[in-house]
Each structure stands twice: as C-alpha cells, then as structure tokens.
C-alpha cells in the first residue's frame, strides 16, 4: 500500500515539561512535608504513601512520554491514531472537504490533546495548525500537524 504523507508528534514543549517536573516536585514536596508534619504514624504508612505518590507520578510522566499523535495519507484514505489511547488506526471517512487552517487552541478546544470542542473533535499536541476536515452532518474534526501543506498535498491526491 503506498503511503503518501505520514506525521509523527509528540508533546515536547517546555511548558509540557516545565508543568511535568513541577508535578513531580509538588507530589514529593508534599509527601516530605507530610511525613515530618506527622511523626506519630507507623512507618509502614509512610512507605505505603511514598510509593503511591511514586507510582503515580511516574505512572502520569510515563503516560505523557509515550502520547503520540501519528497521522497518515495512504493510497487507499486518511488514518491517525492518538497513541496509547488507540490501539489501532482510525480511518477518516465520509468528509465532503478538508481545509488547513490556523487555530487557536487553548480557546477553540481547551488545549491539547484528544479535545471536543464547540466546533467538533480535535486532535492534537502542538502547535496552532491543522487539517479540518467536514462531514455532510455539520460536524468537523481536526487533526493537528507540523507539516500542513505537504498533508493537504497528499489529501489532494486521494
């Protein structure tokens, strides 16, 4: 099968790794403060805690880490897949246009990420660009890219 455009993004801004890091000060911040606040529990508490806030944070920077948002143009349709929340790709189907616009994605959609926002589903994990693409029922969906000329190229040749 012939592959005309393919798009992997992943979150790397320095915001994105400003808030992780400060997640992860805050959660062991607050354990430390917690354990010499408090000196008249069992140690077991503590551990079990400890390892909880543990767990946790890098069970969540594990999580952001793998996020990806890959995005394909193949001879036979237009396929992404929003890593690790999709196991599989999903195939856009059914869209009567497509057009690459600019967006504004903290007011349009919330943020980044997987987002409905008023104007339908967003995909997305940087950046302000996308291919929208519109079906016959009124709804749209966008998917963010880096390289929204050359996937409007290939979109065109499907």
Same mark, same amino acid.
């Given at each position: 099968?012939?592959?005309?455009? #393919? ?12 808030? *992780? !890091? ?10 430390? *403060? ?9 140690? /077991? ?18 999580? !952001? ?6 995005? +394909? ?8 897949? !929003? #890593?690790?929340?999709? &196991?599989? !790709?999903?195939?856009? /189907?059914?869209?009567?246009?497509? /057009?690459? *616009? +600019?967006?504004?994605?903290?007011? +349009?959609? %919330?943020?980044?990420?997987? &987002?409905?926002?008023?104007? %339908?589903?967003?995909?997305?994990? #940087? %950046? ?27 979109? /065109?040749?499907?």
């Amino acid at each position: 099968m012939k592959l005309y455009f #393919s798009e992997t993004q992943k979150f790397n801004q320095l915001w994105f790794k400003i808030v *992780i !890091f400060g997640a992860i000060l805050i959660s062991i911040s607050s354990f430390i *403060i917690m354990f010499f606040k408090d000196l008249n529990r069992p140690i /077991e508490y503590y551990l079990l805690n400890g390892a909880i806030v543990l767990v946790t944070s890098f069970f969540i920077i594990f999580l !952001f880490l793998k996020m990806r948002l890959l995005t +394909e143009v193949r001879e036979n349709g237009c396929y992404f897949k !929003f #890593s690790p929340f999709h &196991r599989k !790709f999903r195939k856009i /189907e059914n869209y009567i246009s497509f /057009e690459k *616009i +600019e967006y504004r994605p903290i007011r +349009e959609y %919330g943020g980044w990420g997987i &987002r409905k926002g008023r104007n %339908g589903w967003c995909y997305n994990v #940087s %950046g302000n660009t996308g291919v929208l693409f519109k079906f016959s029922d009124g709804k749209t969906l966008l998917i963010g890219t880096q390289k929204g000329d050359e996937f409007i190229k290939s979109l /065109e040749k499907l």
